[in-house]
């Protein structure tokens, strides 16, 4: 069994450009979500994914936007970069959308932006 | 008022001490509370995850509920050098699984 996976580690982009994220989730998961966490803060919740379909979505602007493919893989895209979007990216998955409130995290993305 | 609170204050302790963590939480709706550990640069572990108000005990670590007062804990006996990680709490309601999170204790233990 492979645990959550994220590419790329670390990352570095300028204010305004756009970003793509990738996380492959646990084998037999069917549901992502994606978390946000700057330094000295608890992750905060960006969006779910579940069977392809966004479900639930916190306080994010519509630049954070995601996919999900049919193996269960995920990706964030985030456009016009700000300098407040430098933070670890996270990638949690999980067994099912209701039932199971278990959410496995993968190592995250660090994102700067300069 | 935050749906989670943790007070974030670092915390070190002597190797073989007992490790006390607590959040609060102002949600009702939150049904099933979860902590985290998570190392430097590393992604959350998932420690223990309980639903019920009571204890729930794995190893070393021990998780308590109390919803009526909207209070968690959790306790790490004869603890670690290894146990030195950020302690995360999290919570979701039911039919929800949006984690709300604390915003982490740093626990150093010292040999």
């Known amino acids: 069994e492979t645990g959550v996976t994220q590419s790329p580690t670390h990352l570095i982009k300028t204010r305004g450009q756009q970003v793509t994220l990738r996380c492959s989730s646990q084998?037999?998961?069917?549901?992502v979500s994606w978390y946000q966490q700057a330094l000295g803060q608890g992750p905060q919740f960006i969006f779910q994914?579940?069977?392809?379909?966004?479900?639930g979505r916190g306080n994010f602007p519509p630049r954070f936007s995601g996919l999900q493919f049919p193996n269960y893989s995920s990706e964030l895209n985030v456009n016009a970069l700000e300098l407040d979007d430098s933070a670890l990216y996270l990638c949690?998955?999980?067994?099912?959308?209701?039932?199971?409130?278990?959410?496995?995290f993968g190592p995250g993305t660090r994102l700067t932006v300069t | 008022q935050k749906e989670v609170e943790q007070d974030p204050g670092p915390l070190s302790v002597p190797e073989g001490a007992i490790v006390s963590l607590n959040c609060t939480y102002s949600?009702?709706?939150?049904?099933?509370f979860m902590w985290y550990r998570q190392y430097s640069r590393k992604g959350p572990e998932l420690l223990m995850y309980?639903?019920?108000?009571g204890n729930k005990e794995d190893g070393r670590f021990t998780a308590q509920v109390d919803k009526s007062s909207k209070y968690i804990s959790l306790f790490i006996r004869d603890s670690q050098p290894s146990d030195s990680a950020t302690y995360l709490c999290?919570?979701?309601?039911?039919?929800?699984?949006?984690?709300?999170f604390g915003k982490g204790n740093q626990v150093v233990v010292i040999p």
């Open positions: 949690a998955s999980s067994l099912e959308l209701a039932g199971s409130y278990e959410q496995y």
């Open positions: 084998s037999g998961h069917n549901t």
């Open positions: 994914y579940y069977r392809e379909e966004e479900n």
């Open positions: 949600n009702s709706a939150f049904q099933y």
């Open positions: 309980t639903y019920s108000s």
């Open positions: 999290a919570m979701s309601a039911y039919g929800n699984n949006r984690l709300a």
